[in-house]
C-alpha cells in the first residue's frame, strides 16, 4: 500500500494532504523535505522551483488528467476539481471564483468572477464613499437602506444570482476561502475542502499509481 502525500503549489501557499489531514505553508517557510512519495500540481513556476529543489522526486500529475471538455486554457487547479465529480456545479471562491458546470464526467464550461476582495477594491478606487467595508449580512429579498449594505447587496447578488442560473436543481459543490460563506445561501449546496485533492487522487487510481488506495477522501 503506497504512503503518498499531495501537494497543490499555488501562488501564496502550498495546500497539502496526507492521511486526512489537510495544512497549507507559505513557500517561503518552507524548507523541511517529505518522506512519502509526492504528487502535485502547480499554478506557480517560481513556487515549484523552490519546492522541487527540496523535493526533487515529486512528481507532476498535470500530464496524467483527462477531462472531456472543449474550454480553451482552462487551468491546472480548476481541472483537478473537475476531476473529482461526474455532475454538478464546482464553486472555487477564493481570489477569483470560479464556476464550473460537470454533465456526466464532461465539462461543459464555466466562467470567472472577481473575488469578494476584488470587488472591496474596485469600490474603493470609484470613490472614498465606497471606501468602508461591506455589510454580507443583509437579506437579499430586501433592499439595502445604507451604503455597507448596498455595497454587500451588490457584491452578494451579483454573485449567487449568476451561481443560482448556472446551477438549476444541481448539486453545487463549494471550497476555497469564501466557499463556506457562499455555500450557505444554497439548498443543495455542500462545502467540501478536500475536492481538488479528491480529483487528484481519482487520477491516481485510474493512472494505476496506487493499486490499493489508503483511503477515500
Known amino acids: 500500500m503506497m504512503d503518498y502525500v499531495l501537494c497543490d503549489i499555488g501562488n501564496s501557499f502550498l495546500h497539502f494532504y496526507h492521511n ?8 517561503e517557510q518552507y524548507h523541511k523535505p ?9 499554478v506557480s513556476p517560481t513556487n515549484l522551483s523552490h519546492f522541487l529543489q ?5 512528481i507532476d500529475l498535470a500530464p496524467y488528467f483527462e477531462l472531456e471538455t472543449e474550454y480553451v486554457g482552462l487551468g ?21 471564483i470560479t464556476i464550473d458546470v460537470m454533465e456526466n464526467g464532461k465539462h461543459l464550461g464555466g466562467y ?11 469600490y474603493s478606487q470609484i470613490s472614498p464613499a465606497l471606501d468602508v467595508m461591506p455589510d454580507l449580512s ?15 447587496w451588490g457584491m452578494l447578488r ?41 480529483g487528484m487522487q481519482k487520477t ?14
Open 76 to 96: 491546472i487547479d480548476r481541472l483537478a476539481v473537475c476531476c473529482a465529480i461526474e455532475n454538478g456545479v464546482i464553486v472555487d471562491a477564493g481570489s477569483a
Open 20 to 27: 486526512g489531514h489537510i495544512w497549507q505553508e507559505k513557500p
Open 204 to 217: 491516481l487510481e485510474k493512472k494505476g499509481f496506487l493499486k490499493e488506495c489508503r483511503e477515500s477522501i
Open 158 to 198: 451579483s454573485v449567487v444570482g449568476l451561481i443560482s442560473e448556472v446551477s438549476a436543481d444541481k448539486p453545487i459543490y463549494f471550497l476555497g476561502g469564501d466557499g463556506k460563506f457562499l455555500s450557505r445561501f444554497f439548498q443543495n449546496s455542500l462545502y467540501h475542502q478536500a475536492l481538488l485533492f479528491v
Open 138 to 152: 443583509m437579506d437579499l429579498h430586501l433592499l439595502p437602506q445604507n451604503t455597507k449594505s448596498a455595497l454587500g
Open 34 to 42: 517529505i518522506n512519502q512519495q509526492i504528487f502535485y500540481i502547480s
Open 112 to 122: 470567472i468572477l472577481p473575488g469578494f476582495g476584488s470587488y472591496i477594491q474596485a
Open 54 to 58: 527540496i523535493n526533487p522526486n515529486a
